[in-house]
């Protein structure tokens, strides 16, 4: 590994290759700090550099420092009061249809296991448009009696979600009769010496003079306002400083046999035994040859990501505001730092394929999940697929077969591939649409409702261009652009919910009636929120 002289060299050169308003990156090697490199604005409205003490939103890295506090009451819970208040808690807050499933249990929440749909996702359904408000203690709850069932059996796979941590969150509260910010202060932020840290719900409020950006260097960078209230899902604040600490903090805990962190690190599993590559807050990867646990967080402006190798005692963090991929980033860094020569080893891979086109792109169907997979090639040896709202690039490995390190696709002929998903727990066969015909034989527009999720869908327009928009208790949400992928099949393009990126892209199914010429129902779903049966009203 590259000694310290090198890795500030290293880190010092990011800015010129990852272009935008600004960031921080950070080394920790033998939980000391072995690099650091601050860059950029804060505000490039006001000139203001960031520094190592800028507060940033950490977004989902919360969720495994909720998990510690977590971790910490129920080991200090000799009598079991709080287990049986948590569970009471959870009661309260969760409705009977799906908290009487004895799989769903707290190890499957903070697992991502727990079958519950997103309400980050759903909030789209419920009529939320960008910037809207969304408060943690008014519209939360809310949400969460409108879930409606579950979209895949606790405990089968894994499906990054949300809800489970809001509830988690508010779950905590409720049954030790404290609040959030106080226990991570008392339990997590003293004792770590992460000294500006806290738990600041309302996005609104970031500490100045911080500013998240929207944009790209070509077409300008936008200050967006957020306005969520977030708490166990995503609510704390750090700077870069309070996040080296964290990384001493959690150095220290991975070789503390009694310590939450090394409780929470072990290697989760899913219901049947196999090993599942989330828990407690972390995410589990193979990375550069060796295991790695880290999460990302991300919010309308900025994107971060903090990772730990176990082997090399190394951990990164990257710290953006604005949106490119953190990960992007803090791989370069550690590659170069680990092995120097992985330019020319990722080169040679790729020779072989790099000539290679397939016959198989097209837009499929996922007929358990009702989620189009769109398979394009830009590109020779490589091809883009849209499957969970975002476009992943996927090496071919052959004229039949991609693969990356989360996801294979094979084609295995007769218009249909066979796909695994990793780090989802999840295999499954997508069958090819028939091409979208020149005209219609069928109307599409009217109004549809769920009564499982309490949402209304308007689907509007004329021959082969269609919006659709939501109405719910969040309000009457924006029309979003709807494109024929074949078949009854459409795609509906929802760049933002109520600040993030997510969901991405919804696949719209629409189910006729016996005689064939007219439209009874629709499926509305994403990756996140699959399945929401909708009714011809």
């Known amino acids: 590994m590259a000694q310290n002289g090198d890795i500030q060299k290293i880190l010092e050169s990011i800015p010129a290759t990852y272009r935008g308003p600004g960031g921080a990156i950070a080394i920790v090697k033998d939980g000391e700090l072995a690099g650091q490199h601050v860059w950029g604005f804060a505000s490039l409205e006001k000139r203001i550099p960031l520094t190592p003490s800028t507060i940033f939103p950490i977004c989902s890295i919360s969720k495994q420092m909720v998990c510690l506090i977590l971790t910490e009451l129920l080991a200090d819970d000799k009598d079991k009061v709080f287990e049986n208040a948590l569970t009471k808690a959870l009661h309260e807050l969760l409705p009977e249809n799906l908290i009487s499933n004895k799989d769903l249990t707290v190890e499957r929440l903070v697992g991502m296991q727990s079958g519950l749909r997103d309400y980050w996702a759903l909030s789209v359904l419920w009529g939320a448009a960008p910037g809207d408000r969304f408060s943690i203690y008014s519209d939360a709850p809310k949400a969460l009696k409108r879930l409606g069932d579950f979209h895949f059996a606790p405990g089968s796979q894994m499906s990054y979600c949300n809800t489970n941590f809001m509830t988690i969150g508010l779950a905590i509260e409720k049954a030790s009769g404290k609040t959030l910010g106080g226990l991570l202060d008392s339990r997590l932020f003293k004792p770590a010496g992460m000294k500006t840290a806290a738990l600041r719900p309302d996005t609104e409020q970031i500490p100045p003079p911080l500013v998240g950006y929207e944009g790209s260097e070509s077409a300008g960078y936008i200050p967006y306002k957020n306005r969520i209230e977030w708490a166990g899902d995503a609510g704390i604040q750090a700077s870069l400083e309070d996040m080296i600490a964290y990384e001493k903090y959690i150095d220290r805990a991975q070789h503390d046999e009694n310590s939450a962190y090394r409780k929470n690190a072990q290697q989760p599993h899913y219901l049947d035994g196999r090993k599942a590559h989330y828990g407690n807050g972390l995410g589990h990867a193979e990375a550069m040859g060796m295991d790695s646990v880290g999460h990302g967080g991300a919010l309308a402006g900025f994107k971060l990501h903090r990772r730990y190798f176990p082997e090399k005692r190394t951990s990164v963090i990257v710290m953006l505001n604005w949106e490119q991929n953190p990960w992007q980033i803090g791989g370069h860094a550690l590659k170069n730092l680990f092995t120097p020569g992985w330019k020319e080893e990722e080169e040679e891979k790729k020779k072989g394929v790099e000539k290679v086109d397939v016959d198989w792109t097209g837009a499929y169907l996922d007929e358990e999940a009702k989620i189009a997979v769109v398979v394009t090639q830009e590109k020779p040896g490589e091809v883009v697929v849209n499957y969970d709202g975002h476009e992943d690039t996927i090496s071919l490995k ?127 779903g994403c990756w996140l929120a699959r399945g929401v049966e909708y009714v011809r009203t």
Do not use: Q
């Not at 261009?465 to 929802?494: I, K």
């Open 398 to 524: 052959s004229s039949t077969e991609a693969v990356a390190d989360d996801m294979t696709i094979t084609f295995v002929g007769d218009g249909k591939l066979e796909i695994n998903r990793i780090e989802d727990g999840r295999k499954f066969s997508a069958r090819k649409l028939a091409k979208a015909p020149e005209s219609l034989d069928i109307d599409y527009t009217g109004v549809y409702h769920s009564t499982d999720v309490d949402s209304t869908l308007d689907c509007t327009g004329t021959g082969g261009m269609l919006y659709g928009s939501f109405t719910g208790y969040l309000g009457s949400g924006p029309a979003h652009l709807m494109r024929h992928l074949g078949e009854d099949v459409w795609h509906l393009s929802c760049y933002r919910s109520l600040d993030s990126t997510a969901p991405g892209t919804w696949t719209v199914v629409f189910r006729r009636g016996e005689d064939g010429k007219t439209v009874k129902g629709v499926t509305v």
